[in-house]
């Protein structure tokens, strides 16, 4: 039998030394090595190398929304390699699981969004929107339309498009070139979104992007008009209207997409994370069926934007079997009915703890908020000890913002929600106790 510790310690050292970790502290990984190493997941449940099992409240990056484990879409992974693992989606080529998935999406996408074009994931999803943008008012003969504005606190990839559109300042801060013609505005406010609209000229500006509830920023959540004001700006302006739905789709909000909570379409969607509940890298756009006629009508050339993965058979196979199961198993439906579970089970804990200010919730995207009083944040000591007490979550503290913030997978039932506001409350007694 392999000793856990010498493994655990093993390769401990190997990632230190080797493994240069996406957003992530690097003092901290020098001095400590990874707080776990996974090995298993199973539901709700991730389990390390020594064999600590915690509840994933982040569906690790709020992406597992049909939780950890599900064999089939290792069947459905499978059948397809052992098929046609690879073949190409240029110029003429296609596949079959492409292709059906492509029709789903048109199936249960809102409105009129019929027509998807296939990334890896979500930064590739937002920059691949800002580019079609940009092309589509190329081919309206308006090719001084190239400004994308976007919100503050946003948050939407890490590509050089995607980050220069991100909000939250640090992120963009880490490179000191970014990409021309990206704006932003004032988040959660139409009418600032008309101010710099005005501002900075309609006749300049190709879109505005936002993210139906903001995730990385903090779990921020629009009032109900917000999105149709934004609608009908986007319309008097001549302006197109990207929503970034990669946390937001398939389920997380207890609707099937974010913008359904608001009755609004938008021009263009994007979409990656919970499309395949992270069981295989894919993201896409998706574009209105007017935006593709456009394309269609107006376009001579070849249409030069395409990754060597768009449209990956594997990966597409597997999204299809990802939606089947979300729509089997009422996912949806049971992120909307355990959101409110979790939202009364974050007033229990406001009630019960005075670290504890504003909580919010929209389906299974959560936010505690905690009163640290302009001092140190506590909200990274808070997830440390949940972690330590069998609870994974995040602290948001951009801005200012003292936050912690939770997405469980949509399988959580009842008593799992119990078990994480349990761990949480302790958590936060503990760090209270301490001060
Ligand atoms: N948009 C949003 C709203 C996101 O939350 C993320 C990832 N957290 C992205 C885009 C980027 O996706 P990816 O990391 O798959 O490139």
Same mark, same amino acid.
């Given at each position: ?25 690097? +003092? ?118 190239? +400004? ?226 302009? +001092? ?37 039932? +009842? ?21």
């Amino acid at each position: 039998m392999r000793n856990v510790t010498n493994v655990n310690q093993e390769l401990s050292e190997l990632d230190k030394k080797h493994f240069l970790h996406p957003t992530s502290p690097i +003092k901290q990984q020098q001095e400590h090595g990874p707080a776990f190493i996974f090995t298993k997941g199973d539901g709700v449940y991730l389990e390390d190398v020594n064999g600590n099992r915690v509840i994933d409240g982040m569906s690790s990056l709020w992406n597992v929304n049909i939780g950890h484990g599900r064999k089939e879409l290792g069947q459905a992974a499978m059948e397809q390699m052992n098929e046609l693992a690879f073949s190409s989606c240029f110029a003429t080529f296609s596949n079959e699981p492409a292709i059906r998935l492509a029709a789903k999406l048109a199936e249960i996408t809102p409105g009129d969004l019929s027509t998807t074009f296939f990334t890896s994931g979500g930064s590739e999803s937002n920059d691949t929107a800002y580019k079609l943008a940009r092309h589509y008012w190329i081919l309206k003969g308006m090719p001084q339309k190239k +400004k994308i504005i976007s919100c503050e606190k946003s948050y939407h990839g890490v590509a050089m498009g995607a980050t220069s559109a991100t909000g939250l300042k640090p992120f963009r801060d880490f490179t000191n070139s970014l990409a021309p013609d990206f704006y932003y505005t004032e988040h959660l406010s139409a009418q600032a979104l008309r101010e710099t609209i005005e501002a900075e000229g309609p006749e300049t500006i190709a879109a505005f992007i936002a993210e139906p509830v903001q995730g990385a920023g903090g779990v921020h959540i629009v009032s109900e008009d917000y999105f149709k004001e934004v609608r009908e700006l986007c319309n008097h302006y001549n302006i197109l209207l990207i929503t970034d739905e990669v946390i937001t789709g398939f389920g997380r909000t207890g609707k099937a997409f974010g913008m359904e909570h608001y009755g609004v379409t938008p021009d263009m969607m994007c979409l990656a994370k919970g499309i395949t509940s992270g069981y295989a890298q894919l993201g896409g756009v998706v574009l209105s069926e007017s935006i593709h006629k456009d394309f269609m009508e107006r376009s001579n050339g070849t249409l030069l934007h395409g990754y060597t993965y768009s449209g990956h058979p594997m990966a597409c196979a597997v999204a299809l079997r990802n939606i089947e199961i979300i729509e089997n198993e009422n996912l949806v439906e049971n992120a909307r009915n355990m959101g409110e579970e979790m939202l009364k089970g974050f007033q229990w804990i406001q009630g019960e703890r005075d670290l504890v200010g504003e909580v919010r919730g929209l389906g299974l995207m959560g936010a505690v908020e905690i009163l640290s009083q302009g +001092k140190e944040p506590l909200a990274p000591a808070i997830v440390n000890e949940a972690a330590s007490r069998g609870l994974i979550c995040r602290s948001v503290v951009f801005d200012n913002q003292d936050t912690l913030v939770f997405a469980p997978p949509l399988t959580i039932n +009842k008593q799992e929600v119990e078990q994480m506001i349990e761990i949480l409350h302790d958590a936060i007694h503990a760090i209270e106790h301490n001060l």
